[in-house]
C-alpha cells in the first residue's frame, strides 16, 4: 500500500507471509504489536525528589558514535516526520481496530518446538572437521551441489543429521510440502522454493555455484547478524565478525546481470558506512538507494519514542547495484511502515515492493541470505532458513 507521493510503502506482513502457501496461512497474533515498547516519560516538578535526583547525575560527554548516529538521524527525521504525518489517511482500518493482541493458546508455543539447527548444525561441522579426510574442492572447478527435491506431500525420510550443505527444492508450481523429521519437528516448504542450509565456513561456495548455474540472482536480501552486545546477552541469535561478509561469493552470484543487493543494518553508523565504503566497493557494487523501515503499532504509533536517544523505532536498509549499472529507477531514499513482528529480529517481506524495479520480471533469480523463513519462488540460505517454517507457525485455512 503507497501513498500517493511515493514517500513510503506500507506492508501488511501477517498478509505477504501467507501469499502463496494456500490452504496454510500464517497465524493470527504473529504481528500484533498493539502498544509501544515505551512512551515519554513524563516530566516530574522541578522540585520533585525524582528530578532533585535527576539533577544530580551529570550528563555523560556523547562518543563520536552517538554524535554520529544523532546526525544520522536529524538527516532522516524530516522524511520520517512527513511520512507520519500522512499515515492517518491509509493507516488500515482492520489495524486500528487491533487495540489487544490476539490470545494464543500457550501450549503451541513454536519456539520451544523448533529445532535449534544452528547448534546441530555445529555439531555436524565439528565432527566433519574431525573425522573426514576429503581434500578441499578446487575452487577453479565446478563445484557439486547436492540436491534433493521434494516430490512428495510429506518427506519423512529425511535425517535431520543430512539437512545441511543440500539445496532441498519444492518444484512444485502450487502445492506446499511438508518436511518431517519427527512428529513434533514438521516443516512447511513453500511452492518454487529452495533452501541450503550451512554455516559461511562451508556453504558459502555451495551457494555461489547454485546461483552461478541458474545464471545469477537478480535480487538479493540479506539481513546479517551485527555485533550487538545487548544481543550477545539475550542469546537470541549468534552474532558474527562483520569482515566475515567478504567471504561471500558475490562475483558468482550477480554473474553477468544488473543485480538489485539489499543489505539490513542496525543504526550504528559503523556498520552503514562500512557497507557503503568498504563491503560494496569490494563487490564492485554501488550504493543507490538507502530506506528506512519504521515499525508502528497497529495504533499507529512508534514502538520507539521517534527521538529516543536509545532505541529509534527504525531500521535502515542499503541498497546496491553494480557499478556498471545505469539502472537508477530505485528511489534514493524512501520508507517503509509496518508493525514489527513479535519475534525477535523478523523483517518485513520485501517481494514486491523490490520486486517491482528488476529488469528481469518473468521468473527472476531471487534469494535471501540469513535467512530464517522461506519463500515462494526464492532461494534461501542460511543456518536456520527453517526457523519460522515450523508447522505450529501456520493454520489450515477453511475451505469455502
Known amino acids: 500500500m503507497s501513498n500517493n507521493k511515493q514517500i513510503f510503502d506500507i506492508i501488511d ?25 515505551f512512551r515519554v516519560k513524563k516530566e516530574e516538578p522541578l522540585d520533585s525528589p525524582v528530578a532533585k535526583k535527576r539533577k544530580k547525575n551529570k550528563p555523560k560527554n556523547p562518543s563520536n558514535a552517538d554524535l554520529d548516529t544523532q546526525k544520522r538521524h536529524q538527516e532522516l527525521r524530516p522524511q520520517l516526520a512527513l511520512c507520519l504525518e500522512q499515515l492517518p489517511e491509509i493507516w488500515p482500518d482492520e489495524w486500528k481496530a487491533k487495540t489487544t493482541p490476539t490470545i494464543i493458546d500457550p501450549s503451541a508455543d513454536n519456539e520451544a518446538q523448533a529445532v535449534d539447527f544452528p547448534s546441530i548444525q555445529q555439531m555436524v561441522e565439528t565432527a566433519q572437521d574431525k573425522f573426514s ?18 516430490t512428495l506431500a510429506v518427506t519423512v525420510d529425511v535425517d535431520i543429521f543430512s539437512i545441511f550443505n543440500t ?14 523429521f519427527t512428529p513434533s519437528a514438521t516443516y512447511l516448504i513453500p511452492p518454487k522454493s529452495s ?9 558459502l561456495d555451495q551457494l555461489g555455484s547454485h546461483i552461478n548455474k541458474l545464471g545469477g540472482a537478480d535480487l538479493i536480501i540479506m539481513d546479517p547478524p551485527w555485533p550487538n ?16 561478509l567478504y567471504s561471500i561469493p558475490m562475483d558468482s552470484m550477480i554473474s553477468n546481470k544488473d543485480t538489485i543487493v539489499a543489505i539490513w543494518v542496525t543504526n550504528k553508523p559503523k556498520f552503514r558506512n562500512f557497507i557503503i565504503n568498504k563491503l560494496f566497493p569490494s563487490w564492485k557494487l554501488k550504493c543507490i538507494s538507502e530506506w528506512v523501515w519504521l515499525k508502528m503499532t497497529t495504533q499507529r504509533e512508534c514502538i520507539f519514542p521517534i527521538d529516543s536517544e536509545h532505541k529509534k523505532p527504525y531500521e535502515q536498509l542499503i541498497i546496491g547495484r553494480p557499478i556498471a549499472s545505469s539502472d537508477m529507477s530505485l528511489p534514493e531514499s524512501h520508507i517503509i511502515v509496518s508493525v514489527p513482528s513479535t519475534r525477535h529480529s523478523r523483517k518485513p517481506p520485501l517481494h514486491d515492493i523490490l520486486g517491482a524495479y528488476l529488469n528481469s520480471k518473468k521468473d527472476p533469480v531471487c534469494v535471501e541470505m540469513f535467512s530464517r523463513c522461506l519463500y515462494p519462488g526464492w532461494i534461501s540460505w542460511g543456518n536456520e532458513c527453517l526457523k519460522f517454517q515450523h508447522l505450529s507457525f501456520f493454520e489450515k485455512e477453511e475451505s469455502k
Not at 167 to 174: A, E, M
Open 167 to 180: 539445496v532441498y527444492i519444492n518444484k512444485s508450481l502450487t502445492d506446499v510440502k511438508l518436511l518431517q
Open 13 to 37: 506482513s501477517e498478509q505477504g507471509f501467507s501469499r502463496g502457501i494456500s490452504p496454510y496461512r500464517l497465524i493470527k497474533g504473529e504481528f500484533d504489536v498493539c502498544q509501544p515498547y
Open 133 to 150: 579426510f576429503n581434500t578441499p574442492p578446487d575452487k577453479d572447478n565446478d563445484l557439486h551441489v547436492p540436491e534433493f527435491e521434494l
Open 195 to 203: 533452501f541450503l542450509m550451512g554455516s559461511m565456513q562451508n556453504s
Open 229 to 244: 552486545k545487548s544481543v550477545q546477552r539475550s542469546s537470541h541469535y549468534e552474532t558474527q565478525d562483520i569482515y566475515d
